[in-house]
């Protein structure tokens, strides 16, 4: 029998709690009600994992023209340098608006200005100047906390955990003629198993990167590519996937289970040696341990293939062991439980998934090609981080382009839909038999994807992950229609499509540019340097 849980209406139904969502749902709850899905709880998001900071013009010897160059440096002649200077001069307004309402950033009193702080900044990878606003080395916990406080404050504002999104719903889907445009998404209630039909005026996809596409990644397990993976299923354009960002230092430990080095710990003094325990960025970029982390993590895996390493090592212990704790307690606290005084040895690292710098194609605003859909943060891509994200853009792109997405609805608010959402309609789906299906499937796309799409590639690697992935694909398609879904089954059918999206991006591309380096293209091409590599599919 088909579900016939009564559709839930909103104004916007934004997908994801991380800082994208959380801001947007804010601002939007000023002229409509909103519905926040979340996968799990509101806290679990890339958001609360982030441990740097956020960048902006804040010290007195930056400007936004410094930031400006450093992220198009950075991001190897693909930023849209116009979107660059519009998200970086509206940095510094949405960061003083974050603090309003109640996040903490670390600072101490300041002499010239009784009663005020003066802000710490900290420096990262790429950055010319101290332009890092942290809360430790957790500044996406605080950030995210000071968001969900507000969120709670808010009476307009519903939360809704541990509900999946399965698919969007779109007026082609519904068979009604005209331009497509989204009216709404289906969503699982994990606890009831029970998909019901969400409609709204407004679809926000919010919903973070795929890090878990890859063997090894920093992402918590939430990141599965959810939101380009449904936005490309319903007819939206989809750029530049091919730039997966590795992190260049990640912790090596068989129960670390991939946690994060911060790069601000580079950004404080330490370097990079070998199993042999001497230092080698110098060997590979003037910058050093300081270099973009395209660079960075090319050179540490470049040093691990030379040698034959497992790992190689970040050392700070040159740096007073107070300084180095109140600096980064969380890191220093994880390492001790592993067994490692980062104060007195190396930590082992090793480059990992971190951050997808393309995604679902959006303007200014947020729109997607599709009326009534939107994304913001992570999951799209609006041509601010190019072929390599600068370090600590990421919240403050997800902030600023928030606010323009809410602030755009405010002043063009979309009209009320006129279609009604059938019912779920299971079919004839029986509960799954063989889930030991969806976990091998699981295991071989992440364990495809980092053998032949990772930090270097070359073209036959690519055919052969794409040859992998398309019979993988079968297999998933032919399980989802016979058996009644689960959030298991959900995340491997988005993975899998994400995985091909990453693949068919990559082979477009003939050169090598930032994150994405290809052996038999070794050079960039000019011809290339402005060019997204797109892919669609057809319509329903």
């Not at 580079?266 to 590979?284: K, P, S, T, W």
């Not at 959900?490 to 591309?509: D, K, P, Y």
Request: charged share 25%; with cysteine.
């Amino acid at each position: 029998m088909p579900d016939r849980t009564p559709t839930q209406s909103f104004d916007f139904l934004v997908l994801g709690t991380g800082m994208a969502g959380l801001s947007f749902a804010l601002r939007a709850a000023e002229f409509g009600t909103v519905a926040i899905v979340t996968k799990k709880n509101r806290a679990d998001s890339n958001t609360n994992w982030a441990q740097g900071g956020i960048a902006s013009v804040w010290a007195e010897d930056d400007t936004v023209e410094l930031h400006v160059q450093d992220t198009l440096d950075a991001g190897a002649g693909l930023c849209r340098e116009e979107v660059v200077r519009s998200i970086l001069a509206e940095g510094p307004a949405r960061i003083r608006e974050l603090i309003e309402i109640g996040a903490r950033f670390d600072g101490h009193p300041d002499p010239l200005h009784p009663g005020e702080v003066s802000l710490d900044l900290t420096r990262e990878g790429g950055h010319s100047r101290r332009r890092v606003l942290h809360a430790k080395d957790a500044t996406g916990a605080e950030i995210e906390r000071a968001l969900l406080k507000a969120v709670a404050a808010e009476k307009r504002i519903r939360v809704l955990e541990n509900h999946v999104a399965v698919d969007l719903v779109t007026t082609s889907k519904l068979g009604l003629p005209g331009a497509p445009r989204c009216v709404g998404a289906y969503v699982l209630d994990r606890a009831s198993q029970q998909v019901t039909a969400f409609a709204a005026r407004a679809v926000i996809l919010a919903t973070g990167g795929c890090g878990k596409v890859y063997l090894y990644t920093t992402n918590p397990d939430i990141a599965t590519g959810d939101g380009v993976a449904m936005a490309y299923r319903a007819g939206a354009g989809v750029a530049n996937m091919e730039f997966i960002q590795f992190h260049p230092t990640c912790l090596f430990h068989p129960k670390a289970k991939s946690f994060l080095i911060s790069e601000a710990v580079r950004g404080e003094g330490a370097v990079l040696r070998g199993a042999d325990g001497m230092r080698f960025m110098e060997r590979y970029d003037p910058r050093l341990e300081l270099a973009p982390r395209d660079i960075v993590a090319r050179a540490i895996d470049s040093e691990m293939k030379r040698t034959g390493a497992d790992c190689v090592f970040l050392d700070i212990t040159h740096k007073p062991a107070r300084f180095v704790m109140d600096h980064f307690p969380n890191i220093y606290a994880r390492c001790m439980e592993h067994g490692i005084d980062m104060t007195k040895e190396p930590v082992p690292v090793v480059p990992a998934a971190h951050y997808q710098c393309g995604g679902v194609l959006v303007d200014a605003q947020g729109r997607t090609e599709i009326d009534g859909l939107f994304a913001i943060g992570e999951v799209a891509c609006t041509g601010l981080h190019g072929a390599n994200r600068l370090a600590s853009n990421s919240l403050l792109e997800a902030l600023v382009c928030a606010h323009r997405a809410a602030d755009h609805l405010a002043v063009h608010p979309p009209a009320d839909s006129s279609c009604t959402i059938p019912p779920w309609e299971p079919g004839s789906a029986t509960d799954p038999d063989e889930l030991v299906v969806v976990s091998h499937n699981w295991d071989e796309i992440r364990r495809t994807m980092w053998d032949y799409v990772g930090i270097v590639r070359t073209d036959k690697r690519l055919r052969r992950a794409e040859k992998r992935l398309g019979n993988l694909q079968e297999e998933i398609r032919e399980y989802y229609w016979n058996f009644r879904i689960t959030s298991d089954l959900v995340e491997l059918r988005n993975i899998a499509t994400t995985a091909e999206l990453i693949v068919g991006c990559a082979l477009q591309r003939p050169e090598s540019r930032g994150l994405h380096y290809n052996l038999d293209h070794p050079l960039a091409d000019a011809g290339w340097s402005q060019r997204d590599s797109v892919m669609r599919r057809s319509r329903p």
